[in-house]
C-alpha cells in the first residue's frame, strides 16, 4: 500500500509541475514587461554547492550532488509568509531560540508546485555590546517521502542530538546526530553525523556552499528550476541502490511504536545529563545540566498526504 501511495504521489507531483513549468516562460515574459506584478523590494542571499553523503556500515555507499540555497532575513522575507508555509516566522524562531536579533533562514525554495527541503536551518543572532553574533540554530530536518519534520535547537559550534525522526529507510532510530553549522558569509557549511550504538560513527552529511553573485542568477523562478525536484531524484535514488546491495529495510516506527517521538525525547535529557556528568565530579545529573548541552526543544509535524 506504501508503494502505491509513493506512485501516486510522484504522479501527482510531476503533472503539477509539468504544468507550471510549461507556464514558466509566460510568466517570465509577464514579468519581463510588467515587473510592477512580480515587484519584491527584498531578495534572499543566493549559495550554490555541493551535498556529501557517506555511509560506512553496514555497507559503504557514498555520493554527493550539486544543489543551490537560498538565505533569507526573516523579518524581511515576506514570500515566506503565506499560511500555508511550514517555516517558522522570524518572531517565532527568536522566542525558541531565546534570542533578540536578526534570524536567517537557509533553504531551498519551492519550485514549479513542489518542495523537497531535507534540511533548512535558522541562523539566530543575538548582541554581546555593540556586535550581533549567531549563538543558536534551529534545525528543520524533513524526510523523505513522508513529508514529516522534526524542528529542535542546536549550538552552531557543535552539539549532539538525540535522533528524533525517523529520516531513511535504511536507518533505525538508534543513536545521536551530532551536528555543527558555520556563520554564513561567502561560504558556509553545515555537517551532521550519525553515531550508532552498534556501527559507531558510520553515516555522515555535509553541505557545503558559496555565496552566488546576485547579478549571475537575477530570476530566482530559473536559477530554481526543478533544483527540489533534482534532491527528490538523487535520494530516491541511491536508496534504490541501498536495497540493491542488501542494507535491510527498516518500516517507519509508528507502525510499531507509537510512543518513539517521547523516547526520542527521554534519549536527548539522558544525552544531556551524560554530557553534564563529564563536567561535574559527582556524578550526578542536576536539573539545569540541560545548560551545558543546550535544551533542543523537539517539535514535530505531521506526515502530509498520501501518507497522513
Not at 558559496?210 to 538523487?234: C, E
Request: hydrophobic share 40%.
Amino acid at each position: 500500500m506504501e508503494l502505491l501511495y509513493l506512485l501516486l504521489s510522484i504522479i501527482s507531483s510531476s503533472l503539477t509541475s509539468l504544468a507550471l513549468s510549461l507556464l514558466l516562460p509566460f510568466r517570465l515574459i509577464i514579468r519581463r514587461f510588467f515587473p510592477t506584478l512580480f515587484s519584491d523590494n527584498y531578495s534572499p542571499t543566493l549559495y550554490e554547492g555541493d551535498v556529501w553523503h557517506e555511509r560506512r556500515r553496514p555497507v559503504r555507499h557514498s555520493f554527493h550532488y550539486n544543489v543551490r540555497y537560498a538565505l533569507f532575513d526573516l523579518d524581511r522575507a515576506s514570500q515566506l509568509r503565506s499560511p500555508s508555509s511550514n517555516y517558522l516566522s522570524a518572531d517565532a524562531a527568536r522566542k525558541i531560540a531565546g534570542t533578540f536579533g536578526l534570524v536567517q533562514l537557509l533553504t531551498i525554495p519551492a519550485s514549479v508546485g513542489y518542495e523537497q527541503n531535507p534540511l533548512s536551518v535558522y541562523y539566530c543572532y543575538d548582541f554581546e555590546g555593540t556586535e550581533s553574533k549567531l549563538k543558536k540554530c534551529i534545525a528543520q530536518v524533513t524526510n523523505t517521502p513522508w513529508g514529516e519534520q522534526v524542528t529542535f535547537v542546536f549550538n552552531p559550534s557543535s552539539d549532539v542530538v538525540a535522533k528524533a525522526l525517523h529520516v531513511s529507510p535504511f536507518m533505525d532510530m538508534l543513536g545521536n546526530w551530532n551536528i555543527k553549522a558555520t556563520v554564513p558569509g561567502n561560504d558556509l557549511s553545515v555537517v551532521i553525523s550519525v553515531q550508532h550504538p552498534h556501527f559507531g560513527d558510520h553515516f555522515c552529511a555535509i553541505l557545503k556552499a558559496k555565496r552566488v553573485d546576485s547579478s549571475v542568477a537575477s530570476d530566482h523562478m530559473l536559477y530554481f528550476w526543478l533544483m527540489p525536484h533534482k534532491v527528490a531524484i538523487w535520494i530516491y535514488w541511491h536508496a534504490l541502490k541501498l536495497w540493491w546491495k542488501g542494507v535491510p529495510f527498516v518500516q517507519h516506527p509508528r507502525y510499531a511504536n507509537t510512543g518513539y517521538r517521547e523516547e526520542a525525547s527521554s534519549r536527548d535529557q539522558l544525552l544531556k545529563c551524560g554530557m553534564a556528568r563529564n563536567f561535574k565530579t559527582n556524578g550526578g545529573c542536576s536539573r539545569d545540566s540541560g545548560n551545558l548541552a543546550g535544551d533542543h526543544q523537539f517539535s514535530w509535524t505531521d506526515a502530509k498526504w498520501p501518507w497522513s
